[in-house]
């Protein structure tokens, strides 16, 4: 099985037990990825620690690092004890073994109960993967930190950890009662898929690899510009970063290059408030499938027209002035196919989806003509 095929079959099986979380389980195997971090909002027991623990179990040789943070929590607990050897040479270093700057992945709940003494540390942490225990800067081995809150932060100290989260969540409990009674039925999983570390790393790289082309990037621009107008703004740092998450979730679904189809996951990026995801992601359609829409309301006015100069007439006269009007409908609409096309090419669209809808209103057009 290769790496590809493994990656495929986690996602399937992580998608049969976390019922109703197949956007979340995407994004956060994109996010292990693009070394990307995920913020899951949420009440308890909506498996947002078992998903995070889950995942790490699929990467063998991972460390996995979990701890409930509380406004008492102390940076011990997160980065280890002082060393007492180190303070007999007047260094003030910690002992890291199984704590968080030894982790591959890990998780945080209510993480923004966080205090100051603990905050800086993990800023350091999760940005630029460094650790400074005493007189050393080390570098950690980080992939992606999860982490979870039951609410969104409200002291400004908070909001540069809020804004390290690439990818964020909002998870409820289960909705449907079919997926609810499948959830109480299903068994324990005892055969799990999983990966080496190395494979991991060696996918990151291919990661890396996948194309961006150049109208993904006027797209994003596109989507900056609109969600201005309705002042959604993100930072620039974050739309950085997303090209990567990109990449990685085009990766995910098996192809080589970011298609438009993998922008709709912005979704999960660009909302600093839960109440603005909906405007994100009606922004982004709009965008991407503006035009589409367009062509489709053509294509289908187009073949009621054909339907209706195909209907059995009383004379030979009123057919040929019926197929001449159809004719003369036809043209038009391909007019407006033509400019819709043009708009596609010249904002960097594919113009393949247009381009078929124009052929199939062509052909109508040629066969209402043999008919005349």
Known sequence: MTVQEKLKKIREELKQTFLERGELIDGALSALLASQHVLIIGPPGTAKSMLADEICRRIQGANYFQWLLTRFSTPEEIFGAVSLKALEQDD???VTAHKLPE???AFLDEVFKANSSILNAILSLINERIFHNGKEVVSVPLLTLFGASNELPEDDELLALYDRFLLRFVVKYIEEDFRFLRMLESPSQTERTTLSLEELCGMQRQVRDISIPGYVYRTVADIRRELGKKNIVASDRRYRQSLSLLQAHAYLAGGNEVTEKNLFFLEHVLWRDPGEQPQVRDTIRELLLGYEEEVKELLYESREIRDSALRPWATSDERARA???????LRNILAKVDQILEKAQKLGR????VGAVKEEIEEMQKQLLEKF
């Open 92 to 94: 003030y270093r910690r």
């Open 103 to 105: 982790a591959h992945i």
């Open 323 to 329: 197929l001449i009007e159809v004719h003369t409908k």
């Open 350 to 353: 594919p113009p393949e989806r």
